[in-house]
């Protein structure tokens, strides 16, 4: 695939989908981490669900060490790995306090050192918390990214370099929401929407659906 149509690929998407976003609801850097968190492995709706309801109770590192571990687990139990996602979370809390005076870190570096927080994760939260030009690859996006031969990887660090190195820098911060909703919606797992697929004609996939 060609600059020009990766180029082409990236403002079809900008032009159909003008406020790419995260789904999941937060309103603090700090709620956003713990959602992103929550969110491995989990549906964002099944997450917005629980955060509902801890957020009101605890929405800051503080509060949620004042809850617990324990008391963590009976909001987020409805959420798979819970139990190592609510000891992650109570850990991350702990460090935030005691390094970073209960905010949260702005480099990938510190990011990182957070328990249950990795590349993706760091990237997610530099990326939509603090409008850094990051691209987190998700399931979604590797997907999306092999699918049509744009930035085709064999793990998600290759894809992730791969589109740091093709995607116009004018939609570098866009780059990741676009890419997970159309994954999400468009560029389905199971059976993609190439008839209803704005990209349809520059995508290089070989086994389109017919429309």
């Known amino acids: 695939m060609n ?3 990766r180029r ?6 900008a032009e159909a989908i003008p406020d790419p976003t995260t789904e999941l609801k937060y309103e603090t850097p700090f709620e956003l981490l713990v959602a992103v968190i929550l969110s ?11 955060t509902a309801k801890l957020f009101k109770v605890a ?7 004042s809850l617990g571990e324990e008391g963590l687990k009976k909001y987020i139990k ?16 702990r460090i935030l306090i005691d390094l970073h005076r209960g905010e949260i870190p702005t480099t990938r570096k510190e990011l990182e050192a957070l328990p249950g927080v990795g590349r993706k994760t760091a990237n997610v939260i530099l990326n939509t918390a603090f409008g850094q030009a990051t691209i987190a690859v998700d399931t979604h996006i590797f997907r999306v990214c092999n699918r049509t031969r744009l930035a085709p990887g064999k793990n998600v660090l290759e894809v992730e370099l791969q589109l740091e190195k093709w995607v116009p820098q004018a939609l570098k911060k866009d780059a990741h929401h676009l890419l997970i909703l159309h994954g ?9 929407h190439c008839d209803s697929c704005i990209i349809e004609d520059l995508c290089e996939y070989p086994e389109k659906t017919e429309r």
């Open 40 to 50: 491995a492995q989990a549906t964002d709706k099944g997450v917005n669900k629980a």
């Open 59 to 65: 929405n800051t590192p503080q509060a949620l060490v």
């Open 3 to 5: 600059r020009e149509k």
């Open 8 to 13: 082409a690929i990236f403002e079809r998407l």
């Open 184 to 192: 999400r919606y468009t560029c389905t797992a199971r059976k993609p």
């Open 78 to 93: 409805t959420i798979g790995l819970y139990n190592s996602k609510a000891k992650n979370i109570y850990q991350t809390c």
